[in-house]
């Protein structure tokens, strides 16, 4: 954390950034490409089975969406994860990157191949119709492409689950003696996999039947054919990925649990928790609803049916990820780095000797402050240790803002209990803050800045006088 630029995101800040981006990867990754691929191929088996040329074609149509989709929004999101989590939490996609590196890059051969056979299954499909010798072996293309995308995630999501639940491997010596297999194997890899499975083929099937609607305006019998076949795929999935979610809830930390319902929604609205659970439940009964509906009255179905049922799975994912993320605080790598990229066998060395000691791009003159340092420099190397330490989660004016949070507390402009309240961060009230990892002299200089936001600039100096 300490020897990387530091890179502000004013306004939005980097939590939502990468939240937004992440999700689409998601949506995409989950639906077009992994759960895509399943239940494509099985359409076209389905087709090759019955000889069933219609349906081939409105499968191909549904293809070529998530084929763009998959290529274009994935590949351009796929890469805003990888600049996003280098700017935001290099330390951690470092450790991550020690621990995973031939995992990682066996993924990423894998990736290459599923875009290999995602290529020639899509661009033979026209050249190898029913009913020709060729279709079988472009059959087994599609099957090796739905393997190739389901081994990418397999293997991403051992590194998801890792980040929760790091198991033994928090045990082993690393780097001396790590253990491997132990990160591979962590608790929540194989739950949390088969209930990514799951929900990306309803995902996907969810989607299936939204543009199965728009491919089959002109034929009825074409379109309740498809409402029937993508809505028995999703309801097969249903109960698998209850029990798979349950499995896989079972693995999280206690205090993690314990943060499940702020993660739902906000700690504003925390006065009313079974608001989580209505929100939830609501989403879950509105795409259920829709699906059978337009299972049992595909002909009579309108379109917004199909979108009612296709934006409620959308807020679904989002709302399992945002969760995810947010009840692993403190953490990013679970009882081994917190969210700010300190690593937590380090804070004992971090409060004695100084924080910014490491900070190689922090300028010398802000790296030591002391008891006597001038009020300007303390105020700039205060700003210096939000920038390192508060801005993965807070902006100053826009989401999350450290200012707004700070006046809510009625504590503006006072450094006195700015100080004491960062002394505290990961308290019981706000267990998801990392503690501050730094020296006394280090806390005031940064609650003497933070009393500069929302102070007049004459009580500001005057705050930050020692
Ligand atoms: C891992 C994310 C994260 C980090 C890092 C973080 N915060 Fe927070 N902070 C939050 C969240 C989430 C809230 C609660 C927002 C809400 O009330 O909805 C919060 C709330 C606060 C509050 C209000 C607390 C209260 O009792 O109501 C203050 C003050 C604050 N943060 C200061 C800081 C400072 C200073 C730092 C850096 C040293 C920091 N935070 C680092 C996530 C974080």
């Known amino acids: 954390m300490f020897d990387f630029p530091i890179f502000d995101m004013p306004l939005v800040g980097h939590r939502l950034m990468f939240a937004f981006d992440a999700i689409v990867h998601v949506f995409i990754s989950h639906g077009a490409a992994v759960g895509g691929s399943i239940i494509l191929v099985l359409a076209q088996w389905f087709a090759i089975k019955n000889n069933d040329r219609k349906f081939d074609e409105l499968a191909y149509k549904i293809f070529f969406t998530f084929f763009v989709l998959a290529t274009a929004v994935g590949a351009l999101t796929g890469i805003g994860i990888w600049i996003h989590v280098n700017i935001i939490n290099p330390a951690a996609i470092g450790a991550l990157l020690r621990v995973f590196f031939w995992k990682w890059f066996i993924e ?15 661009l033979t499909w026209k050249a190898r119709p029913l009913g020709t010798p060729g279709k079988k072996s472009h059959f087994k293309i599609g099957l090796y492409y739905a393997i190739a995308s389901w081994l990418t995630m397999a293997i991403i999501t051992a590194i998801l689950g890792f980040m929760m639940t790091p198991g033994n491997w928090l045990a082993s010596d690393f780097p001396t003696k790590p253990d491997y297999l132990a990160s591979l194997m962590n608790p929540s890899w194989i739950p949390s996999l088969g209930f990514r499975t799951f929900f990306s083929v309803i995902w996907a099937a969810s ?42 809830y079972l693995q999280f930390p206690q205090a993690a649990k314990d943060l499940f319902t702020m993660g739902v929604i906000t700690r504003r609205l925390i006065a009313t928790p079974e608001l989580a659970t209505i929100v939830t439940v609501a989403l879950a009964l509105l795409s259920l609803a829709s699906m059978l509906y337009l299972y049992f009255k595909p002909k009579k179905a309108a379109v917004w049916i199909a979108l009612v049922m296709f934006i409620a799975n959308a807020a679904l994912i989002s709302e399992f990820e945002r969760v995810r993320e947010f009840v692993r605080k403190p953490y990013i790598i679970y009882g081994y780095m917190y969210a700010n990229g300190v690593r937590v066998q380090d804070m004992a060395l971090l409060n004695k000797e100084g924080y910014l000691k490491n900070a190689a791009f922090v300028p010398e003159e802000y790296r030591n402050p002391t008891a006597t340092t001038p009020p300007e420099i303390r105020i700039k190397t205060g700003e210096y240790l939000y920038q390192m330490q508060c801005r993965y989660c807070h902006t100053i004016n826009g989401v999350n803002s450290v200012k707004a949070r700070i006046t809510n507390l009625g504590i503006q402009g006072n450094a006195d209990a700015l100080y004491q309240r960062i002394k505290g961060l990961n308290s019981a009230a706000t267990p998801f803050m990392p503690p501050f990892a730094g020296t006394d002299e280090e806390m005031k200089a940064l609650a003497a800045y933070l009393a500069t936001l929302n102070a007049p600039p004459s009580q500001a100096a005057a705050a930050a006088k020692p």
């Not at 894998?110 to 020639?120: A, D, G, Q, S, Y």
């Open 108 to 122: 990423w051969i894998v990736f290459n191949l599923e875009m290999i056979f995602l290529l020639i299954w899509f």
């Open 207 to 248: 989607a299936a039947m939204m543009l199965s609607w728009f491919f089959t305006k002109q034929d009825e019998e074409l379109r309740a054919q498809a409402m029937r076949f993508f809505g028995r795929i999703l309801a097969a999935c249903i109960i698998p990925m209850i029990v798979f979610g349950y499995w896989y």
